[in-house]
């Protein structure tokens, strides 16, 4: 980028992890921030603000309260945050399905059909491509979904069932040998539990749902989320629920982090500077 590391501040989107609200975690999470310090500031980096990627995907959606669904590589973490603030005490759901799965289920769906191809790489590009998430599974089964793709170097592939039937994973995990909640039972899950918490007067912040990750931006994704937690939660929970896809694809994090730099408040009450950092050796702020 040909910019001086001395000469502007730094965002830092974080993973999510240590999901709990123990001590172990916690000092977990202030070990790993405290290690993206004093990696920038030896760099010379003037001030550093460090966010998790959830919290960046809802400022992408121009909020500072509700739910993110972050589909990752591995896991899939389901985190309420209010004003900002990862709820950690009313609790982080984890989902052990994530982007990895779904492309080794379509590779075996393949293999079944006796689709031959190269390298994972082309299972990857074939369900970005082509794969998308069913509204009512069972109906699908009876459609023709057959359509196809050039994958670079392999020529055109063909699919038709595998299409919505990899994705069909995260609503139905048995399906790929995975003994978990479905996607939309732990998003009710984490409702459930911020509506006991009673953290404000008005619960309707839970009730917005924001998409983030790649594979969050399969298609119908968004719509069949919305069906299944109306199907499931009471009517006076289900009242208002709105499930938003990745505003800026997979992207988000990423613009969630522009739209904090361009901040007329930024770097200011953002960030942590190299003289504060010195100055307390241990950080306390959690994330």
């Known amino acids: ?42 760099m010379n980096v003037p001030a550093v603000c460090a966010i998790n990627q959830a919290t960046l995907a809802l400022y992408a959606a121009r909020r500072t309260s509700g739910i993110v669904v972050n589909i990752g590589f591995q896991v899939t973490s389901v985190v309420p945050i209010l004003h900002g603030k990862v709820m ?41 491509n082509l794969c998308y998430v069913a509204y009512d599974y069972e109906a699908e089964l009876l459609k023709d979904t057959q359509a196809s793709c050039d994958a670079t170097g392999e020529g055109l592939f063909t699919l038709s069932k595998e299409r919505f039937q990899t994705a069909e994973i995260l609503f139905q995990p048995r399906m790929a040998g995975v003994r978990a909640m479905g996607l939309h039972q732990a998003i009710a899950l984490c409702m459930d539990h911020c509506d006991a918490a009673e953290l404000t007067s008005d619960n309707a912040w839970f009730k917005t749902i924001i998409l983030s990750g790649g594979t969050a931006c399969l298609p119908g994704l968004a719509d069949r989320l919305e069906k299944e937690l109306h199907e499931i939660l009471s009517p006076s929970m289900s009242s208002g629920v709105k499930v938003i896809p990745p505003p800026y694809g997979q992207d988000t994090a990423w613009f969630g982090a522009k739209l904090i730099g361009n901040l007329s408040t930024f770097p200011g009450p953002w960030c942590v500077t190299k003289k504060q950092f010195r100055q307390k050796p241990r950080i306390n702020r959690l994330w």
Do not use: C, W
């Not at 989107?13 to 001590?23: N, Q, R």
């Open 1 to 42: 980028m040909q910019v001086r590391a001395a000469s502007q501040p730094v965002v830092v989107s974080i993973p999510i992890l240590h999901y709990d609200d123990t001590e172990s975690a916690k000092a977990s999470r202030r070990q790993l921030k405290e290690a993206i310090y004093t990696t920038l500031f030896d």
């Open 88 to 128: 950690r005490k009313v609790g982080v759901e984890v989902v052990g399905l994530g982007a990895l799965k779904l492309t080794g289920f379509l590779k075996e769906l393949m293999q079944q059909n006796n689709i031959s191809f190269e390298s994972l790489y082309t299972v990857r590009t074939l369900k970005e």
